[in-house]
């Protein structure tokens, strides 16, 4: 059923204020509008009804009988919108839960995942949001945040995930072609995978060769790409070797989507953190309820 006669909405919200109020001024103020907005909004609204609602003077307005009446119906209403709203806004809140992490780890690992989570969890939204260059987690706007870190940031809760274990992958077919680079000291006869990124946590090849006690060699050649996820592709499509972080490549290692070219392994201090903003309210069952499935997942795949 159509909704008629309906005034214009703009003109009801204007005629509550300055009915509240008696001052076009203070209604102006409140609505973040001029005096002649708010005017002409009454204007408006006096002309659809077909009767004035004010009576106006130099310096004072006051209601007539008509727009007495029909304040305190208007007033009702928009009381019981802003209650319905703030429920619904109230209830979204509750059952949404953000979520945020690199780009990497929300594609390689986080949302083949999710739909898991959904099955289980039909009336919670997950909110993911990808940012690579977070300077300050403590700024973080969100529930909880997936990061790698060296060094454990300060002024949040922290629960380690996995651990820092890398090593070099590459498709089957590329490790076909150069067979050689089984051993780590040829790897650098073929192409590497580079990863340019600003972020210092992130462990690159010549690291990886100093930190397991090996001088770097120059590669034969390489692709320098700034996407981690990118980076994975390029693997994948038998471009080069990448070096892979174990857990985030777990299920292109277990499929053979990519093979291990040596058995060469880094076991860094670092890991891979839930990271949880400090001196919030208590969390939300949805974000309490996340966290409970994230964590038995994970206990769940390091037993199997």
């Not at 060296?150 to 070099?168: A, D």
Request: hydrophobic share 40%; with cysteine.
């Amino acid at each position: 059923m159509k909704l008629q006669p309906l005034p214009p909405l703009n003109s009801l919200v204007a005629f509550e204020a300055a009915a509240r109020h008696l001052s076009f001024t203070l209604a102006a103020r409140e609505l973040n509008v001029t005096q002649g907005a708010i005017s002409r909004q009454i204007r408006v609204l006096e002309d659809y009804l077909g009767t004035p609602l004010f009576v106006r003077s130099t310096r004072e307005i006051n209601l007539t009988t008509t727009g007495s009446q029909y304040y305190e119906s208007v007033r009702a209403t928009l009381q019981q919108i802003v209650h319905a709203t703030a429920g619904v806004r109230h209830w979204r809140g509750a059952q949404q839960v953000t979520v945020i992490t690199t780009t990497a780890m929300a594609s390689l690992w986080l949302l083949p995942l999710v739909s898991e989570f959904q099955r289980q969890n039909e009336e919670i939204d997950l909110r993911i949001i990808t940012n690579d260059k977070v300077e300050d987690f403590s700024r973080l706007d969100c529930d909880l945040a997936l990061y790698y870190c060296r060094t454990p940031p300060q002024n949040m809760k922290l629960t380690p995930l996995f651990s820092g274990e890398i090593f070099p992958v590459c498709s089957p077919a590329f490790l076909a072609q150069h067979p050689q680079i089984s051993a780590l000291d040829q790897l650098g006869s073929c192409t590497w995978l580079w990863l340019e990124d600003p972020r210092r946590d992130w462990i690159g090849w010549k690291e990886w060769f100093e930190r397991l006690g090996h001088a770097a060699p120059e590669p034969r050649r390489r692709i320098d790409i700034n996407s981690y996820s990118m980076l994975i592709q390029s693997a994948l499509a038998g471009q080069g070797i990448a070096l892979a972080w174990s857990s985030l490549l777990g299920n292109y290692l277990q499929t053979g989507e990519l093979v291990r070219p040596t058995q060469a392994t880094l076991m860094t201090d670092a890991q891979f953190f839930l990271l949880e903003p400090q001196g919030r309210a208590p969390n939300r069952q949805s974000v309490s309820r996340f966290r409970e499935w994230l964590m038995a997942h994970l206990a769940e795949t390091s037993n199997a």
